[in-house]
């Protein structure tokens, strides 16, 4: 059962608010009025003690005067604000979605949520939108980070959980292959299995097209062109096919489809590779070489290689890659994707994406449909049907055809969106605009009811981090007076509009329900419960409940022992009906906008150590420095332009400009510009090309030019970017609390 909602007796041991890796960690309540909770760490498995300055400087915003207390209303007449009492706010949305959905039908309401709430939250806002507002309009940030994996492994493999081994696992490895992630900076307690395998004699490859911290702990690190890392892949596998490299034996008992893969990958020599990618073919073969040798080996990759128009597919050619080789299965060998957000992998398990019921079934499947809807106590014909992505549905707001109100959760679009100056004149063309967060976001900002909600360490939930092992965040400190959690407002708003079903205010009930819901689903909790999760620190799914499900308590009732759950997969056989892997054929076509005379270099976005996603939360916290956007380049490219280290650089695209300081580094491209996005700006620039099969924005690559601002318009410039950066926190820190 969940904590009480009154002050917390003592430390509590819970998990971190930000990563996949959910690192353990230790929180007390304030010893002083107005003082801040002290985070210490413990030993638990994914961490081992060990956190990131993020993660000790994450109590910041308890007690901050820029939290959000009490609901806020926005006249759009005078743009002011008033706060108003909960029952009245939670009135004013439920009339607002009455009198939409009376003029536009279900689907003029739509749903965003993030991948940052608990498996609770996003189970109930996927059921709240399809129950109580019938809507087919939901989905989430997430579509942003994990989906053209996600897409990728289900296609190969049957199934999708990021790592399907422990983290640890990679300490055992002889060789990794670090793909398109800068895990140094993104996860910093993570990079202790690269050093240990180090350690022991294995070796690190980072493919990068800059030079990381991560790519300066490796023993390699290959520079490809941005939006090459497809080509590579299709080259690896060609010299490992030349060298008779391929697990013949493997490929012929798991796995079908080789042949053609074979036949495609033959096109792909290392010198053409090396003038697609700029890796040099040497450099190829040798990776090949050591791939072939290597007992066992790891792929990874992450948000570099998959954020693409192409993401799925070059995922896929590296799981062709690590298949031919017969790696999956394995012990300490095969492919992972290094989830981005606290929980992107339940994030998209259990509902809030476009195309998915709970236990990561199809929401097209009759049989899902049934299951689900007899959990939730609705006629299977009522659920509506699979809706726009994530960018999709951003782009259709407030337009003839498109949602006209919007219920926003956990996540920070302007910010965060590609083409984000599109994003914002449709935010603004809505009729309703309603944002659930703890401070006044840039999205918030724009709404017309904010709603202030729980963070996380005042609630309880889980989290599925990027092991696909399932963690308890336990409640640690008392809410603020005036503030509900997301469970609250959905549950409010679903008696408003005369919902049929339950919907729980309490995390645990909601638990049960989403272990039933997800029973016999690809992704299967049921045979979890919270006791067991806070007793062994963490339980792997698929964790199936014995048929009679004796242990609901976690006990060992009758005899009936409870599932282990899985800590690793693809053991003995893949999730596809008959066992088997799949390979695909894809080839390269490259960025879906191509550097031409007007846009000559790339333009590639990123994270860096101190700041987290949209940065709604860890630019608010003193300890972590706030630098604002900048401008990454190469001495060359800084040379050409006449520009020094600090001088002020605009970036343009076509969607829009970006003036910020450089930084002249060695570690990148000469070709190639890097701008970090947890400020506004950069994703103003990015471009909304989709990946044609898992909806993904090609934030990782488009055409941009970059020139130097001269010392006349330089200090009006610079003004400029730190007022865009702030603008929505400026414009609403007087207001109400």
């Known amino acids: 059962m969940p904590r009480p909602t009154g002050r917390p007796a003592g430390p509590t041991r819970t998990h971190c608010p930000y990563c996949s890796l959910q690192c353990g960690m230790t929180v007390a309540r304030p010893t002083t009025r107005g003082g801040r909770a002290e985070v210490t760490s413990w030993e638990h498995p994914v961490n081992e003690g060990a956190l990131c300055r993020k993660g000790w400087s994450a109590g910041g915003l308890v007690g901050s005067r820029e939290r959000l207390t009490t609901?806020?209303?926005?006249?759009?007449?005078?743009?002011?604000?008033?706060?108003?009492?909960?029952?009245?706010?939670?009135?004013?949305?439920?009339?607002?979605?009455?009198?939409?959905?009376?003029?536009?039908?279900?689907?003029?309401?739509?749903?965003?949520?993030?991948?940052?709430?608990?498996?609770?939250?996003?189970?109930?806002?996927?059921?709240?939108?399809?129950?109580?507002?019938?809507?087919?309009?939901?989905?989430?940030?997430?579509?942003?980070?994990?989906?053209?994996?996600?897409?990728?492994?289900?296609?190969?493999?049957?199934?999708?959980?990021?790592?399907?081994?422990?983290?640890?696992?990679?300490?055992?490895?002889?060789?990794?292959?670090?793909?398109?992630?800068?895990?140094?900076?993104?996860?910093?307690?993570?990079?202790?299995?690269?050093?240990?395998?180090?350690?022991?004699?294995?070796?690190?490859?980072?493919?990068?097209?800059?030079?990381?911290?991560?790519?300066?702990?490796?023993?390699?690190?290959?520079?490809?062109?941005?939006?090459?890392?497809?080509?590579?892949?299709?080259?690896?596998?060609?010299?490992?096919?030349?060298?008779?490299?391929?697990?013949?034996?493997?490929?012929?008992?798991?796995?079908?489809?080789?042949?053609?893969?074979?036949?495609?990958?033959?096109?792909?020599?290392?010198?053409?590779?090396?003038?697609?990618?700029?890796?040099?073919?040497?450099?190829?073969?040798?990776?090949?070489?050591?791939?072939?040798?290597?007992?066992?080996?790891?792929?990874?990759?992450?948000?570099?290689?998959?954020?693409?128009?192409?993401?799925?597919?070059?995922?896929?050619?590296?799981?062709?890659?690590?298949?031919?080789?017969?790696?999956?299965?394995?012990?300490?060998?095969?492919?992972?994707?290094?989830?981005?957000?606290?929980?992107?992998?339940?994030?998209?398990?259990?509902?809030?994406?476009?195309?998915?019921?709970?236990?990561?079934?199809?929401?097209?499947?009759?049989?899902?449909?049934?299951?689900?809807?007899?959990?939730?106590?609705?006629?299977?014909?009522?659920?509506?049907?699979?809706?726009?992505?994530?960018?999709?549905?951003?782009?259709?707001?407030?337009?003839?055809?498109?949602?006209?109100?919007?219920?926003?959760?956990?996540?920070?679009?302007?910010?965060?969106?590609?083409?984000?100056?599109?994003?914002?004149?449709?935010?603004?063309?809505?009729?309703?605009?309603?944002?659930?967060?703890?401070?006044?976001?840039?999205?918030?900002?724009?709404?017309?009811?904010?709603?202030?909600?729980?963070?996380?360490?005042?609630?309880?939930?889980?989290?599925?981090?990027?092991?696909?092992?399932?963690?308890?965040?336990?409640?640690?400190?008392?809410?603020?007076?005036?503030?509900?959690?997301?469970?609250?407002?959905?549950?409010?708003?679903?008696?408003?509009?005369?919902?049929?079903?339950?919907?729980?205010?309490?995390p645990a009930v909601v638990f049960d329900e989403l272990r039933r819901a997800s029973a016999g689903g690809p992704a299967d909790y049921s045979g979890i419960t919270w006791e067991r999760v806070r007793r062994e620190g963490g339980v792997f799914w698929p964790c199936p409940a014995p048929p009679d499900d004796a242990w609901v308590d976690g006990g060992d009732a009758d005899g009936v022992v409870p599932h282990p759950g899985t800590p690793r997969m693809f053991t003995e056989r893949f999730a596809h009906p008959d066992g088997r892997a799949r390979f695909h054929v894809v080839d390269h076509r490259g960025p879906a906008e191509p550097v031409d005379d007007a846009y000559p270099v790339h333009l590639t976005t990123g994270r860096v150590l101190a700041q987290y996603q949209s940065g709604a939360q860890t630019r608010r916290i003193r300890e972590l420095p706030d630098t604002g956007p900048f401008v990454e380049l190469h001495p060359m490219l800084a040379g050409r332009l006449g520009v020094d280290d600090g001088g002020l650089v605009e970036v343009a695209t076509r969607r829009g400009a970006l003036r910020a300081p450089a930084r002249v580094v060695p570690t990148i491209r000469p070709d190639t510009v890097f701008v970090p996005f947890h400020w506004v700006g950069v994703n103003r620039l990015t471009v909304d090309a989709l990946d044609p099969a898992s909806r993904m924005p090609e934030f990782k690559v488009c055409a941009a030019s970059i020139t130097a601002v001269t010392a006349a318009t330089g200090v009006a410039a610079a003004t400029r970017v730190v007022e865009e950066a702030s603008e929505a926190r400026l414009a609403t820190a007087a207001g109400p609390r």
């Open 71 to 506: 609901p806020l209303l926005r006249d759009r007449s005078t743009g002011e604000w008033r706060a108003a009492e909960w029952d009245e706010a939670l009135d004013v949305v439920a009339d607002g979605i009455r009198r939409v959905q009376a003029a536009h039908g279900p689907d003029g309401v739509a749903v965003f949520g993030g991948g940052g709430l608990t498996n609770e939250k996003a189970y109930a806002l996927g059921k709240f939108a399809r129950v109580a507002l019938r809507t087919s309009q939901v989905d989430y940030n997430g579509r942003w980070c994990m989906s053209s994996a996600a897409s990728a492994g289900t296609r190969a493999f049957g199934v999708d959980r990021g790592l399907p081994f422990p983290l640890a696992d990679l300490e055992q490895t002889d060789l990794l292959v670090l793909v398109g992630s800068n895990l140094a900076e993104t996860m910093p307690p993570a990079a202790r299995h690269l050093d240990r395998l180090r350690e022991r004699g294995g070796r690190v490859v980072v493919v990068d097209p800059r030079r990381t911290p991560t790519a300066e702990r490796a023993d390699d690190h290959l520079q490809p062109v941005p939006g090459t890392d497809l080509a590579l892949a299709l080259g690896l596998l060609h010299c490992v096919v030349a060298a008779g490299g391929v697990d013949e034996e493997y490929v012929a008992t798991r796995t079908v489809g080789f042949e053609a893969v074979r036949d495609a990958v033959a096109a792909w020599w290392p010198e053409r590779v090396e003038r697609v990618t700029g890796v040099p073919a040497d450099d190829v073969r040798a990776l090949a070489a050591a791939l072939v040798a290597a007992e066992r080996a790891v792929v990874l990759t992450a948000r570099g290689a998959e954020q693409h128009a192409q993401g799925s597919d070059t995922v896929l050619a590296w799981i062709d890659l690590v298949l031919a080789l017969g790696l999956p299965g394995r012990r300490a060998s095969g492919y992972g994707c290094l989830t981005g957000q606290g929980n992107g992998q339940g994030g998209r398990e259990h509902g809030q994406k476009a195309d998915q019921l709970p236990g990561y079934r199809s929401i097209t499947d009759p049989a899902a449909r049934a299951h689900v809807a007899a959990v939730w106590g609705v006629d299977p014909a009522q659920l509506p049907g699979p809706g726009r992505s994530a960018y999709e549905l951003l782009d259709a707001l407030g337009t003839q055809e498109g949602p006209r109100a919007l219920l926003v959760h956990g996540s920070n679009p302007v910010v965060s969106a590609p083409h984000a100056s599109r994003v914002v004149q449709r935010l603004e063309a809505l009729d309703l605009l309603v944002v659930c967060d703890l401070v006044m976001s840039e999205t918030a900002a724009l709404a017309d009811v904010v709603l202030p909600v729980t963070q996380w360490a005042e609630e309880s939930g889980t989290v599925t981090n990027l092991e696909g092992r399932v963690l308890l965040r336990e409640q640690a400190l008392t809410p603020p007076a005036g503030v509900r959690s997301d469970l609250d407002v959905l549950a409010g708003l679903a008696e408003r509009l005369g919902s049929p079903g339950s919907f729980s205010t309490d």
